[in-house]
């Protein structure tokens, strides 16, 4: 009887003692992605951050008529960047012998990311243009990292959501009746936009803090 109580306290020892490490592990990947922010606050060019111009065509029919054109976005730059905050505590997975983590970063509520730019049209004889701002209220970014031989590696980034867009307009050279069927060509084109221009801009930002200042975790 007695070897039979020792081997369960055993047991429940050596889960404890596992669920400790494991907890202690996702502690200090917590404190990881928390110093990474801090540090790329701290980088020039990150907030605000500078994107490269956008153009692409667009053919529109409404009814009979045919709308073809191009539209533009310049001069883009992306405040509020320094307020990505650590959503919840980092995921763990123990994979051959490596550390596979993924966590996510995030806008507090009332601070959006917001996105400054020139918007153009061009369409036949018609070339309206606008100064914008974008807010983005809702905004995480995914990040995927492998802990491998003593070095932290980001293998996986991805913008997984920003919603709640409230688009602000300024310096209207065209009449208002024109704006609505312009804004659901540009609206179109945005969610893509987004996703390709800011991932490419943002990732390797990240990149460089995170695989520069890998995780020591012993």
């Known amino acids: 009887m007695f070897k039979i109580f020792a081997l369960v306290f055993l047991t429940i020892a050596i889960a404890n003692a596992a669920t400790t490490g494991h907890h202690r592990t996702v502690e200090k990947f917590n404190k990881y992605a928390d110093d990474v922010i801090c540090k790329l606050e701290n980088k020039e060019g990150f907030d605000p951050m ?14 009979l008529l045919d709308f073809q054109g191009q539209l533009s976005l310049t001069e883009i730059k992306v405040l509020g960047l320094h307020k990505l905050e650590r959503a919840c505590d ?19 509520p009332n601070h959006p990311i917001s996105m400054q730019y020139n918007l153009l049209f061009h369409m036949q004889s018609l070339h309206p243009q606008f100064k914008m701002v974008t807010d ?63 991932s490419q801009v943002l990732a390797p930002a990240f990149k460089r803090v995170i695989e520069s200042h890998s995780l020591n975790l012993y």
């Not at 994107?51 to 029919?61: A, G, M, T, Y």
């Not at 051959?96 to 983590?101: I, K, M």
Request: hydrophobic residues 40%; charged residues 25%.
């Open 136 to 198: 983005i209220e809702d905004f995480v970014l995914e990040l995927t990292l492998l802990q491998k031989n003593g070095t932290t590696l980001l293998i996986g980034f991805e913008l997984k959501e920003f919603t709640k867009i409230k688009n602000h307009v300024g310096g209207m050279t065209i009449l208002n009746p024109l704006l609505s069927f312009l804004f659901n060509i540009f609206m179109k084109h945005f969610d893509g936009y987004v996703r390709s221009e800011m």
């Open 50 to 63: 500078n994107c490269p111009d956008f153009v692409d065509e667009f053919d529109r029919k409404i009814g």
């Open 90 to 108: 980092a995921t763990v997975r123990h994979e051959n012998g490596d550390l596979r983590v993924h966590f996510q970063l995030k806008t507090p």
